[in-house]
């Protein structure tokens, strides 16, 4: 089945409907609340003013009734009065720093996050961003110091761009794919991202280079292990080498165990339809060739093939038997560019989800919102149930 077209409408929508959707999406996953650092220090303030006037009121109350002897004098309404000029002048203060705070390019990035978002659902793709590397390559050999942010996910596929915690590290615009089977290590570097060296991560390990079609080493530079040079050849075939050639020059290529990684140095903006176009490209020509190609390796040193894409690339797994790459007499031909289980609208054109997506249940959230209702019953319910004691407290009985 070919890939649906993109939807793209989500890129160019106004920003009211971008944020209301992200409202009716969180909704859907029971997030009511999303917490940042800014809300955090706003809850702290406004339970501090309520903690403040509830501190005043009693202290105030106290004062009336064990030295005044219930009568409110003067100088209780003098110290009421010094009471709300402070928490008038902290309420102000407050107020314009919220507004300074709030700023035009805070709410554009939240909008700016939720139209990528919105687009990669309409398209069938989820939101997941990670903090730490999901797939082998080069270009995670950092590891738990990988964060991949953007990061949108279907099944056996991923792309987005990927960085480390390091300070002035390489941020790399990928998409990796799982194969149907495990391959001979294989990099190609190509030749119209590099400036005066390779962009290549130092993590080649004894790879060397090799050379196959004059048009084709003009575009990438091949390394492959020394012993596996016919089975570098096997995959790369006359109609692979051509996808890539006009398809993915521009990314580097990786194939590690059975993972098919591309990836670039290049800017990647998801909110540009550009970049969206781009993945569409690749997933819908470069992806299934090798797909297509991985299906008919066999290789008695590498494990037999442990799971497999082929219903979502619309392919049976073929197991051979012999010690050396073999095509398969009995694989029957796919046409190239088609995914049977091609991913699916997640949204609706009204942004709600078709089927609201539960999310899992773990100790760490219950606990996490278990301290937030105790956080906002000690915050605000109780100074309220205070402050209210204390008014009916001086109001009672008094004229």
Do not use: C
Not at 16 to 28: H, I
Not at 71 to 92: C, T
Not at 155 to 171: D, I, N, V, Y
Not at 314 to 334: I, K, L, M
């Amino acid at each position: 089945m070919p890939l649906q077209p993109l939807y793209l409408e989500w890129l160019s929508e106004p920003d009211g409907r971008v944020l209301r959707a992200k409202a009716a999406n969180l909704r859907q996953l029971r997030i009511t609340w999303n917490m940042s650092l800014r809300k955090a220090l706003g809850h702290l303030n406004a339970a501090s003013m309520l903690w403040y006037l509830t501190i005043a009121l009693i202290s105030i109350d106290t004062e009336i009734d064990k030295r005044h002897d219930g009568q409110v004098l003067g100088s209780d309404w003098g110290s009421l009065a010094w009471m709300l000029g402070i928490l008038g002048v902290w309420i102000f203060a407050s107020a314009g720093i919220a507004h300074r705070t709030r700023s035009s390019a805070r709410a554009q990035s939240t909008v700016t996050e939720w139209r990528q978002n919105l687009t990669a659902l309409a398209n069938g793709f989820e939101p997941q961003p990670s903090q730490r590397a999901t797939f082998t390559s080069m270009i995670t050999a950092d590891g738990d110091s990988v964060v991949e942010n953007p990061r949108f996910t279907a099944s056996g596929l991923e792309f987005g761009s990927l960085t480390t915690t390091r300070p002035g590290s390489t941020t790399w615009h990928y998409l990796a794919a799982t194969l149907p089977a495990p391959l001979p290590r294989l990099v190609l570097d190509s030749t119209s991202n590099n400036a005066s060296r390779s962009d290549l991560p130092p993590h080649f390990g004894p790879l060397q280079r090799i050379s196959l079609e004059r048009e084709f080493d003009r575009a990438f530079v091949t390394y492959a292990p020394v012993d596996n040079r016919a089975d570098a050849l096997y995959v790369l075939s006359p109609e692979v080498m051509s996808e890539l050639v006009q398809h993915a020059s521009d990314y580097n290529v990786e194939i590690v165990d059975d993972t098919l990684v591309l990836f670039t140095a290049a800017p990647t903006d998801f909110t540009d339809a550009q970049s969206w176009n781009a993945v569409y490209t690749l997933v819908n020509t470069v992806v299934p060739r090798l797909i297509e190609r991985t299906q008919r390796f066999v290789d008695e040193r590498l494990p037999r093939p442990h799971r497999s894409l082929a219903t979502a690339f619309g392919r049976t797994a073929f197991e051979g038997t012999a010690a050396q790459p073999v095509a398969s007499p009995v694989a029957p031909p796919v046409a190239v560019g088609v995914l049977a289980g091609a991913p699916v609208p997640l949204i609706a054109r009204s942004g709600r989800r078709f089927v609201a997506q539960r999310r899992p249940w773990r100790l760490s959230s219950f606990l996490r919102g278990a301290g937030m209702y105790l956080a906002y019953f000690v915050g605000y319910f109780v100074p309220i149930v205070l402050i209210f004691a204390a008014i009916m407290s001086i109001t009672d009985g008094r004229p």
